[in-house]
Protein backbone atom coordinates (compact mmCIF):
# COMPACT_ATOMS: atom_id res chain seq x y z
CA UNK A 1 0.00 0.00 0.00
CA UNK A 2 1.74 3.32 -0.86
CA UNK A 3 2.54 5.50 1.95
CA UNK A 4 -0.29 8.24 1.70
CA UNK A 5 -2.99 5.73 1.73
CA UNK A 6 -1.67 4.26 4.30
CA UNK A 7 -1.07 8.09 6.55
CA UNK A 8 -5.04 8.33 5.31
CA UNK A 9 -6.26 4.87 6.40
CA UNK A 10 -4.27 5.74 10.13
CA UNK A 11 -6.00 8.96 9.93
CA UNK A 12 -9.34 7.80 9.84
CA UNK A 13 -8.68 4.70 12.15
CA UNK A 14 -7.67 7.61 14.60
CA UNK A 15 -10.61 9.59 13.98
CA UNK A 16 -12.74 6.71 14.68
CA UNK A 17 -11.18 5.72 17.81
CA UNK A 18 -11.07 9.11 19.24
CA UNK A 19 -14.77 9.41 18.63
CA UNK A 20 -15.61 5.84 20.31
CA UNK A 21 -13.61 7.17 22.78
CA UNK A 22 -16.15 10.37 23.53
CA UNK A 23 -18.81 8.23 23.08
CA UNK A 24 -17.26 5.83 25.67
CA UNK A 25 -16.85 8.33 28.41
CA UNK A 26 -20.35 10.37 27.56
CA UNK A 27 -22.81 6.61 28.35
CA UNK A 28 -20.41 6.01 31.38
CA UNK A 29 -21.93 8.95 32.49
CA UNK A 30 -19.86 11.78 32.46
CA UNK A 31 -20.39 14.84 30.72
CA UNK A 32 -19.75 14.79 26.99
CA UNK A 33 -16.44 16.84 26.08
CA UNK A 34 -18.16 19.71 25.05
CA UNK A 35 -15.70 22.71 25.30
CA UNK A 36 -17.14 25.68 26.48
CA UNK A 37 -17.14 28.66 24.16
CA UNK A 38 -13.83 31.36 24.28
CA UNK A 39 -16.31 34.48 24.72
CA UNK A 40 -18.23 32.29 27.51
CA UNK A 41 -14.97 31.53 29.62
CA UNK A 42 -14.01 35.03 29.06
CA UNK A 43 -16.31 36.09 31.02
CA UNK A 44 -15.68 33.74 33.88
CA UNK A 45 -12.37 34.86 33.67
CA UNK A 46 -13.52 38.81 34.21
CA UNK A 47 -15.93 37.72 36.67
CA UNK A 48 -12.92 35.96 38.54
CA UNK A 49 -10.98 38.76 38.14
CA UNK A 50 -13.36 41.53 40.05
CA UNK A 51 -12.59 38.68 43.08
CA UNK A 52 -9.16 38.01 43.14
CA UNK A 53 -5.67 39.63 42.60
CA UNK A 54 -3.51 38.52 39.62
CA UNK A 55 -0.57 38.59 41.16
CA UNK A 56 -1.09 36.42 43.75
CA UNK A 57 0.36 32.38 43.84
CA UNK A 58 -2.93 31.13 43.41
CA UNK A 59 -3.84 27.41 43.14
CA UNK A 60 -6.38 27.10 40.53
CA UNK A 61 -8.20 23.84 39.57
CA UNK A 62 -10.29 23.17 36.88
CA UNK A 63 -12.85 19.94 36.95
CA UNK A 64 -13.10 18.22 33.85
CA UNK A 65 -10.68 20.50 31.39
CA UNK A 66 -11.71 19.58 28.43
CA UNK A 67 -9.51 20.48 25.73
CA UNK A 68 -7.51 22.90 27.65
CA UNK A 69 -9.02 26.29 26.46
CA UNK A 70 -10.10 27.61 30.07
CA UNK A 71 -7.15 26.51 31.45
CA UNK A 72 -4.90 28.29 29.05
CA UNK A 73 -7.25 31.44 29.42
CA UNK A 74 -6.53 31.40 33.09
CA UNK A 75 -2.68 30.81 32.88
CA UNK A 76 -2.68 33.99 30.67
CA UNK A 77 -4.10 36.36 33.28
CA UNK A 78 -2.64 34.60 36.62
CA UNK A 79 0.87 34.89 35.75
CA UNK A 80 1.95 33.33 39.21
CA UNK A 81 -0.32 30.74 39.67
CA UNK A 82 -0.15 26.71 39.58
CA UNK A 83 -3.14 25.53 37.02
CA UNK A 84 -4.44 21.69 37.39
CA UNK A 85 -6.69 20.27 35.49
CA UNK A 86 -8.46 16.81 35.88
CA UNK A 87 -10.03 15.18 32.49
CA UNK A 88 -11.11 11.88 32.76
CA UNK A 89 -11.76 11.42 28.94
CA UNK A 90 -8.84 10.26 26.98
CA UNK A 91 -8.72 12.39 23.67
CA UNK A 92 -9.70 15.55 25.00
CA UNK A 93 -7.22 14.99 27.70
CA UNK A 94 -4.53 13.83 25.42
CA UNK A 95 -5.24 17.32 23.08
CA UNK A 96 -5.39 19.47 26.29
CA UNK A 97 -1.73 18.24 27.20
CA UNK A 98 -0.38 19.21 23.50
CA UNK A 99 -2.16 22.10 24.06
CA UNK A 100 -0.26 22.98 27.33
CA UNK A 101 3.02 21.09 26.28
CA UNK A 102 5.00 24.13 27.12
CA UNK A 103 3.07 25.79 29.84
CA UNK A 104 5.38 24.60 32.50
CA UNK A 105 2.41 26.00 35.41
CA UNK A 106 0.15 23.61 33.63
CA UNK A 107 -0.85 20.73 34.72
CA UNK A 108 -3.23 18.01 33.37
CA UNK A 109 -4.13 15.37 35.02
CA UNK A 110 -6.24 11.65 33.53
CA UNK A 111 -7.99 11.13 36.20
CA UNK A 112 -11.37 11.02 37.48
CA UNK A 113 -12.25 14.63 39.71
CA UNK A 114 -14.39 13.02 42.26
CA UNK A 115 -11.64 11.82 45.18
CA UNK A 116 -9.24 14.65 44.81
CA UNK A 117 -8.26 16.52 47.52
CA UNK A 118 -9.82 20.09 46.88
CA UNK A 119 -8.41 21.69 50.03
CA UNK A 120 -5.50 23.15 48.77
CA UNK A 121 -6.74 25.03 45.88
CA UNK A 122 -7.86 28.75 45.86
CA UNK A 123 -10.06 28.71 43.01
CA UNK A 124 -11.85 26.16 41.37
CA UNK A 125 -13.75 26.39 38.19
CA UNK A 126 -16.15 23.93 36.47
CA UNK A 127 -18.81 23.09 33.90
CA UNK A 128 -20.40 20.23 35.35
CA UNK A 129 -23.90 18.65 35.68
CA UNK A 130 -26.06 19.85 38.81
CA UNK A 131 -25.91 15.99 39.65
CA UNK A 132 -21.89 16.23 40.05
CA UNK A 133 -22.00 20.12 41.74
CA UNK A 134 -24.24 18.26 44.39
CA UNK A 135 -21.96 15.46 44.97
CA UNK A 136 -18.79 17.85 44.84
CA UNK A 137 -20.48 20.16 47.18
CA UNK A 138 -18.36 18.16 50.36
CA UNK A 139 -15.50 18.77 48.45
CA UNK A 140 -16.09 22.40 47.63
CA UNK A 141 -16.25 22.73 51.65
CA UNK A 142 -12.59 21.30 52.29
CA UNK A 143 -11.38 24.77 50.70
CA UNK A 144 -9.65 27.41 52.82
CA UNK A 145 -12.02 30.10 53.65
CA UNK A 146 -12.30 32.79 50.93
CA UNK A 147 -12.05 30.32 48.19
CA UNK A 148 -13.78 30.55 45.19
CA UNK A 149 -15.47 28.00 42.51
CA UNK A 150 -17.07 28.90 39.44
CA UNK A 151 -19.73 27.40 37.48
CA UNK A 152 -20.80 27.40 34.63
CA UNK A 153 -23.88 26.85 33.03
CA UNK A 154 -25.48 25.28 36.07
CA UNK A 155 -25.52 26.60 40.15
CA UNK A 156 -24.58 24.97 43.33
CA UNK A 157 -27.50 24.44 44.60
CA UNK A 158 -28.85 25.85 47.62
CA UNK A 159 -25.67 28.23 47.63
CA UNK A 160 -25.63 31.65 47.86
CA UNK A 161 -23.65 33.11 44.74
CA UNK A 162 -21.11 36.41 45.74
CA UNK A 163 -21.84 37.43 41.89
CA UNK A 164 -23.24 35.73 38.95
CA UNK A 165 -23.14 37.13 34.91
CA UNK A 166 -25.58 36.05 31.93
CA UNK A 167 -23.55 35.16 28.65
CA UNK A 168 -25.50 35.85 25.77
CA UNK A 169 -24.05 33.25 23.09
CA UNK A 170 -26.63 32.13 21.22
CA UNK A 171 -28.33 30.31 24.19
CA UNK A 172 -27.83 32.07 27.79
CA UNK A 173 -25.12 30.53 29.53
CA UNK A 174 -25.38 31.78 33.02
CA UNK A 175 -22.35 31.58 34.95
CA UNK A 176 -22.08 31.46 39.15
CA UNK A 177 -19.37 32.42 41.35
CA UNK A 178 -19.18 31.01 44.97
CA UNK A 179 -17.07 31.83 47.87
CA UNK A 180 -16.36 29.43 50.51
C1 LIG B 1 -18.96 20.22 29.60
S1 LIG B 1 -17.26 19.71 29.51
C2 LIG B 1 -16.41 21.17 30.00
C3 LIG B 1 -15.00 21.22 29.48
C4 LIG B 1 -14.19 22.42 29.96
N1 LIG B 1 -14.25 22.53 31.41
C5 LIG B 1 -14.64 23.71 29.33
O1 LIG B 1 -15.20 24.54 30.07
O2 LIG B 1 -14.43 23.92 28.14
C6 LIG B 1 -17.15 18.70 30.97
C7 LIG B 1 -15.86 17.88 30.99
O3 LIG B 1 -15.80 17.20 32.25
C8 LIG B 1 -15.26 15.90 32.05
N2 LIG B 1 -15.68 15.09 33.18
C9 LIG B 1 -16.96 14.75 33.52
N3 LIG B 1 -16.97 14.03 34.64
C10 LIG B 1 -15.67 13.91 35.04
C11 LIG B 1 -15.03 13.29 36.15
N4 LIG B 1 -15.74 12.65 37.09
N5 LIG B 1 -13.68 13.40 36.27
C12 LIG B 1 -12.95 14.07 35.34
N6 LIG B 1 -13.50 14.67 34.25
C13 LIG B 1 -14.84 14.59 34.12
C14 LIG B 1 -15.86 15.48 30.70
O4 LIG B 1 -15.10 14.44 30.10
C15 LIG B 1 -15.81 16.79 29.92
O5 LIG B 1 -14.61 16.94 29.20
Known amino acids: MPLADLLIVLFYLALFAGIISILYFE ?6 SMPVMPWVYGRVKKLLLAHTDTTKPYRIAELGS ?8 LARSYKQAELTGYEISPVPYFISKLRTFFH ?4 I ?3 NFFGVDLS ?3 IIYCYLLPRDLEALKPA ?3 M ?3 SLVVSCSFPVEGWQTIEADNVKAGVNVPVFLYRI
Open 104 to 107: RRIK
Open 120 to 122: GFD
Open 140 to 142: FLT
Open 27 to 32: RKGFVI
Open 66 to 73: GWGGPLLS
Open 144 to 146: KKG
Open 109 to 111: FNA
